[in-house]
T-cell receptor, first 110, second 113 residues
């Protein structure tokens, strides 16, 4: 399974943008880049995904490097509710299963 | 917004007993999954299920585990003879297609005594 590398933890101030990086140098052409997050005492929650182009939705933006070997999840204005563990996952188009790493624990300061 | 629901939220069982964890996936979803998370560790894939059969299972999913979709709405995970190391959060997830995002429930905390 293709692997991703994320910082163990990051800090942000409330209402400021947050850029969560992910390296995936061994990504293959059929891997989608998915981001999930897990709030305390809850199940993982889908955030966003993309293949090659940058993506936006109501929760976040995903910026994908041209060579696809890295990506960045962007939270435009962090809120206290965004404090969670964020997982960057390479998802094989036909695979079905999600392989979770340790993720990045994001803390948000008021 | 439709969601995946899991019951019970917390299950306490004696070692060696059978336990059934229940999930109601999102109604039009076709793909179903179980994951587990031991306290302080990563979320781990257990099994995927489609068209009334297992699509893929991990090494964790041994003969003590089974899954079933007994009717049109429920999806269950059974552990036949529980061990102490089965203590974990168990998450059910569902997806519309195999390549679509998965929606997770809030989990069942299983405690084996």
């Amino acid at each position: 399974d293709a692997k991703t590398t994320q910082p163990n933890s990051m800090e942000s101030n409330e209402e400021e943008p947050v850029h969560l990086p992910c390296n995936h140098s061994t990504i293959s052409g059929t891997d989608y880049i998915h981001w999930y997050r897990q709030l305390p005492s809850q199940g993982p929650e889908y955030v966003i995904h993309g293949l090659t182009s940058n993506v936006n939705n109501r929760m976040a933006s995903l910026a994908i490097a041209e060579d696809r070997k890295s990506s960045t999840l962007i939270l435009h204005r962090a809120t206290l509710r965004d404090a969670a563990v964020y997982y960057c996952i390479l998802f094989y188009n036909q695979g079905g299963k999600l392989i979770f790493g340790q993720g990045t624990e994001l803390s948000v300061k008021p | 917004e439709p969601e995946v629901t899991q019951t019970p939220s917390h299950q306490v069982t004696q070692m060696g007993q059978e336990v059934i964890l229940r999930c109601v996936p999102i109604s039009n979803h076709l793909y179903f999954y179980w994951y587990r998370q031991i306290l302080g560790q990563k979320v781990e894939f257990l099994v995927s299920f489609y068209n009334n059969e297992i699509s893929e299972k991990s090494e964790i999913f041994d003969d003590q585990f089974s899954v079933e979709r007994p009717d049109g709405s429920n999806f269950t995970l059974k552990i036949r003879s529980t061990k102490l190391e089965d203590s974990a959060m168990y998450f059910c997830a569902s997806g519309l297609e195999s390549n679509q995002p998965q929606h997770f429930g809030d989990g069942t905390r299983l405690s084996i005594l």
